[in-house]
């Protein structure tokens, strides 16, 4: 079997997202990049309890399973649209948690009002163009919301995060489903108050440079 350890913490990500309320059923899916050619995605329509490290889809980025003999999420071109266009990004989550659900059906941007939020996202967590799932369109679609962030709302759908690895993508999409519900609590007395475009770049620059322990 191949690319052992990566699929280990594949699976103790998904064991995560349960325990955090981030996924609904079988919905919702996850992947990690190995190298510039290859990521590992989970398979579609499996019970998340049920899943095993075979289980797990191998795949290259011409859309070749390289290993595995499930078929792969339906989402699968999402992610690989992404890793293809994000030489940064090793790890993708697709959640589906209820308050960033709240602004996915509402298709608008949570704003940039939570310095936390913006450290980890670089901003508002934009809204794409609504595309049946599993197509290339949402794809390619998201890839050019996306751009340089690390984290999109697919309307009417849910949320993608991104991270250099699979345990930054959880802890963003953590950070923003945490933040959404107090954002939304927070409509309720009065209209929340966006952060400055340049404190916000400051953070971020932050958080990407010197925040945490040098390894």
């Given at each position: ?54 289980d797990?889809?191998v795949?290259?980025?011409n ?57 980890l996202?670089?901003g ?6 609504y ?5 290339k ?79």
């Amino acid at each position: 079997m191949k690319y052992l350890y990566e699929r280990i913490i594949l699976l103790k990500t998904l064991k995560k997202v349960q325990k955090e309320n981030l996924v609904i059923g079988t919905w919702g899916n996850f992947s990690i990049r190995v190298n510039e050619n290859i990521f590992i995605i989970t398979p579609s329509g499996m019970n998340y309890n049920k899943i095993k490290l075979n289980d797990l889809v191998v795949l290259d980025m011409n859309e070749n399973i390289i290993e595995g003999k499930r078929k792969p999420s339906v989402e699968y071109f999402l992610h690989l649209s992404i890793y293809k266009n994000r030489k940064d990004i090793y790890g993708i989550c697709h959640t589906h948690s209820d308050y960033v659900k709240v602004f996915s059906i509402l298709r608008k941007p949570i704003p940039p009002v939570c310095e936390d939020l913006v450290q980890l996202t670089g901003g508002e967590v934009p809204v794409a163009n609504y595309f049946l799932p599993g197509t290339k369109e949402l794809g390619k679609n998201a890839v050019l919301t996306l751009k340089d962030k690390n984290a999109l709302i697919l309307p009417n759908h849910g949320l993608v995060t991104c991270g250099r690895n699979i345990d930054e993508a959880l802890k963003i999409a953590e950070v923003i489903e945490r933040n959404s519900k107090t954002i939304i609590l927070s409509y309720i007395i009065g209209n929340p108050i966006p952060l400055d475009q340049n404190d916000i770049e400051t953070m971020r620059n932050f958080y990407i440079n010197k925040y945490g322990q040098k390894k």
